[in-house]
């Protein structure tokens, strides 16, 4: 049982670049969400789905693109990386049919926009 | 909507000694709340959830929490500290109803510093 797997582990991009952070989970969790963190700003939401085919914006979503073809995979896009978007990323997931469940969070994408 | 407030960035405390990391919510409904915990480098870990009806739940690690519904808070403690738990701790809310249904709302973080 894999959990959450998050890859790349690091990434150094250039301003401009575009690139796929891949999440993938096998508990056949509904709700998956991203969330980038920043020192001192705790975890931000930047995207969110509660099942294949649903996907909504968190608190950040400017820059970031997700979709949800299958239960297992929740890819966020950088569409044109930004200096801004210098942060360690989070994939996580959590069952949706109790709010009484806790999340499991993959190991990090630590990302640098140069 | 739903929020938590982590009021110190620091805490430190000697190793032996208890430990409290605190967090106060605000929220419209029921109070999912969760501690996580952040090793460096590593992603957060669950270490425990408030049970209804349950004010004091115990966790991961020897850690427990103490749910207080008038004060709306929902402390961290453990009642002798280890080096070992030195590390990042969060404290989030779930939220139950509208929109939001499902969003986890996280604290800016405590670091915990367990000096020898």
């Known amino acids: 049982n894999a959990g959450v797997t998050q890859t790349p582990k690091f990434q150094v ?5 575009s690139m796929t952070l891949q999440c993938a989970q096998d508990m056949n969790h509904e709700y998956m ?12 939401l930047i995207h969110y789905s509660v099942g294949a085919g649903i996907t909504d914006q968190g608190e950040v979503p400017n820059g970031y693109n997700v979709s949800r073809s299958t239960t297992e995979d929740f890819p966020l ?25 806790e999340a499991f969070f993959g190991q990090g994408t630590r990302l640098t926009v140069v | 909507a739903q929020s938590v407030a982590q009021p110190e960035d620091q805490v430190n405390v000697a190793e032996g000694n208890p430990l409290t990391v605190k967090c106060t ?8 709340l969760f501690w996580y915990v952040q ?19 115990k966790g991961s690690y020897g850690f427990e929490a103490e749910f ?17 738990d030195s590390a990042l701790y ?3 809310v ?7 249904l499902g969003r986890l709302y996280f604290g800016r973080g405590t670091q915990l510093t367990v000096w020898p």
């Open chain 1, 13 to 17: 991009l250039k301003t401009g670049q």
């Open chain 1, 33 to 44: 969400s991203w969330y980038r963190q920043d020192p001192g700003m705790g975890l931000r």
């Open chain 2, 94 to 100: 779930r939220d139950d109803r509208g929109s939001t």
């Open chain 2, 68 to 84: 207080n519904k008038s004060q709306t808070s929902f402390h961290l403690k453990k009642p002798s500290a280890l080096v070992s």
């Open chain 2, 25 to 32: 919510y605000s929220v419209s409904g029921n109070p999912y």
């Open chain 2, 90 to 92: 969060f404290c989030a």
């Open chain 2, 39 to 57: 090793y460096p480098n590593r992603g957060l870990q669950f270490l425990l959830k408030y049970i209804t009806g349950d004010n004091l739940v």
């Open chain 1, 77 to 101: 896009r950088l569409l044109s990386a930004a200096p801004s978007q210098t942060s360690v990323y989070f994939c996580a997931s959590s069952y949706f049919g109790s709010m009484n469940t």
